[in-house]
């Protein structure tokens, strides 16, 4: 566990590079698939990630019981060889306290926690439940800006949390480059900031010296054990390298198209809606273990399928990502 007093500056020499955050794995009758967490893990570190999130996606879906058993089961399978943060939010500000808890106990390194989606309706009420939180813990915590809390924090408020000793980083998820260039003027030289989208990875690097993108989906779907596009331009970027960084951003846009075209539900304003049926899906395309999403949320059908299959291949990338594949069947 990362103790408040240190843990502005381990964000700042730690958390850099492709940290992502899996979906749950479900087992065909619904059940938490602990060997599929497991698997996912591997996959994962395979595809370069450096450090590595769980507990996100379907909390809603998930007793307080599975969400805990979760967070041992992938912290016990990541074995300290990345960084580790856990996902704690709760529209109960005690659930929330006690998941955090829990996550110091298991061994995590830090949390994620966005503000609850009904009490914190102001900017000060989200000032004020931060502050709460931060006060009973010890364990960094990181900050999630995010449509699906209700509110999105300003970057004055974001700057006001900075001062809390235990946050230390932000994952500024709202698709607006314009807010995380504001924070990253006013707090910059405090918090560890991402925008949580693969597309303005490359500019916020060249510009801003921005080292980390946090909990993005395409770690693991735009990347694979075989084949890490994204690695690739960002380790290029973060080295000055901006022309051969820019080429390799580019050569991605047919898929990154349609990752892209997934998340639009998730840019709804008053609505968002994480894609997790699509999501899912896609996993289980690249080897990893999804399952079925829980009810009430529906699964795809059989044509839904066939036409993401369709759009996927059309990138021209599944050759590349699977090389392995092409020589099976050869």
């Not at 408040?4 to 698939?33: C, H, I």
């Not at 912290?75 to 060889?81: F, G, P």
């Not at 003027?185 to 980390?212: I, P, R």
Request: with cysteine; hydrophobic share 40%.
């Amino acid at each position: 566990m990362i103790h408040k007093k240190e843990a502005k500056e381990w964000a700042r020499a730690t958390m850099k590079g492709l940290w992502t955050s899996p979906m749950f794995p479900f087992t065909q009758d619904f059940k938490l698939d602990e060997a599929g967490m497991r698997h996912n893990v591997e996959y994962i570190i395979q595809s370069k990630a450096d450090g590595i999130g769980f507990g996100f996606s379907e909390p809603w879906a998930c007793s307080l019981a599975e969400r805990k058993r979760a967070m041992e089961v992938s912290i016990d399978a990541i074995k300290r060889r990345v960084p580790t943060y856990l996902h704690c939010t709760d529209h109960s500000v005690e659930e929330t306290l006690n998941l955090v808890r829990h996550a110091q106990d298991v061994g995590a390194d830090a949390v994620m926690i966005w503000p609850p989606y009904e009490w914190a309706k102001t900017q000060q009420m989200v000032i004020d439940y931060y502050e709460y939180v931060a006060s009973k813990v010890d364990i960094a915590i990181i900050l999630y800006n995010t449509w699906h809390s209700g509110i999105v924090m300003t970057p004055e408020t974001i700057a006001h949390l900075a001062k809390i000793p235990n946050v230390c980083a932000v994952k500024d998820a709202i698709n607006d480059v314009a807010h995380t260039v504001r924070c990253i003027e006013l707090c910059g030289d405090q918090l560890v900031f991402s925008t949580g989208v693969e597309e303005h990875l490359l500019a916020v690097t060249l510009h801003f010296n921005v080292q980390l993108l946090l909990g993005s989906t395409s770690v693991f779907l735009l990347q694979t054990p075989h084949c890490q596009p994204i690695k690739e331009y960002f380790d290029l970027a973060r080295t000055g390298k901006a022309a051969e960084a820019s080429r390799k951003y580019y050569e991605m846009q047919p898929l990154r198209n349609v990752w892209n075209g997934i998340y639009q539900s998730l840019w709804n304003k008053k609505g968002a809606l994480h894609p997790l049926p699509l999501i899912k899906y896609w996993m289980e395309l690249n080897g990893m273990r999804a399952g079925p999403v829980r009810p009430p949320m529906h699964n795809l059908t059989e044509q839904d399928k066939a036409e993401f299959r369709e759009r996927l291949e059309a990138s021209g990338w599944m050759e590349r990502l699977h090389p392995q594949r092409q020589k099976k069947a050869s």
